[in-house]
């Protein structure tokens, strides 16, 4: 296991309201990734990360900003809340051996 | 940019049946190619990869896939089906380390139903 950590793992908020979700790995890898899934979609790239301070953004990425101070730390943030980001989000990295994905956070915007 | 396509949402199979999963990728490059499965209520698991060498992999839980390139394919079986087996299973694309985007692109997934 990448000893991915992912915070929190479930979490209820407000539409309009800002939420972070933060991801944390132990490995010092190089590449993070966020994603999120929804039925019929599969799991969709909303941002990612090359390096600290070095991100981008994936197919998703509208209402969704990101950050990345320590190698070790990748925060999503949704600045206000809206139905539609009602999702289960991962987060990934990418070591040698392949891609390895936390246990995930199901967001309920209500 | 990279694509996976995977045909259906939901497979279903009677225990001790073939499993095939299909997908179909498009990639300006050399893909690696990925399965991944998951369980109810968890995280992905990496079923197999390919990358580079040869175009049959041998995965966990007695899966295999194999890389056609000329057909743009990288189908998932086993030869057997266990109820177990019963998850959404997720086949994905990468592209070689190219200017920082190592992006994983996923298909929409396939969910499989093993019946008694």
């Known amino acids: 296991d990448a000893g991915i950590t992912q915070s929190p793992r479930h979490k209820v908020t407000e539409t309009g309201t800002p939420v972070t979700l933060r991801c944390h790995q132990t490995e010092n890898h190089r590449y993070m990734y966020w994603y999120r899934q929804d039925p019929g979609h599969g799991l969709r790239l909303i941002h990612y990360?090359?390096?600290?301070?070095?991100?981008d953004k994936g197919e998703v990425s509208d209402g969704y900003s990101v950050s990345r101070s320590k190698t070790e730390d990748f925060l999503l943030t949704l600045e206000s809340a809206t139905s539609s980001q009602t999702s289960v989000y991962f987060c990934?990295?990418?070591?040698?051996?392949?891609?390895?994905f936390g246990s995930g956070t199901r967001l309920t915007v209500v | 940019a990279q694509s996976v396509t995977q045909l259906g949402s939901h497979v279903s199979v009677s225990e001790g049946a073939l499993v095939l999963l299909r997908c179909n990728y498009s990639s300006s490059v050399p893909p690696y190619l990925f399965w991944y499965v998951q369980y109810p209520n968890q995280g992905l698991q990496l079923l197999l990869k390919y990358t580079t060498g040869a175009t049959l992999v041998k995965g966990i839980n007695g899966f295999e896939a194999e890389f056609k390139k000329s057909e743009t394919s990288f189908h998932l079986t086993k030869p057997s089906a266990h109820m177990s087996d019963a998850a959404e299973y997720f086949c994905?694309?990468?592209?070689?380390?190219?200017?920082?985007?190592?992006?994983?692109?996923f298909g929409k997934g396939m969910k499989l139903t093993v019946n008694p």
């Open positions: 994905a694309v990468s592209d070689l380390p190219q200017g920082g985007s190592e992006k994983l692109v």
């Open positions: 990934a990295i990418k070591a040698n051996y392949g891609y390895t």
């Open positions: 990360s090359y390096g600290v301070k070095d991100t």
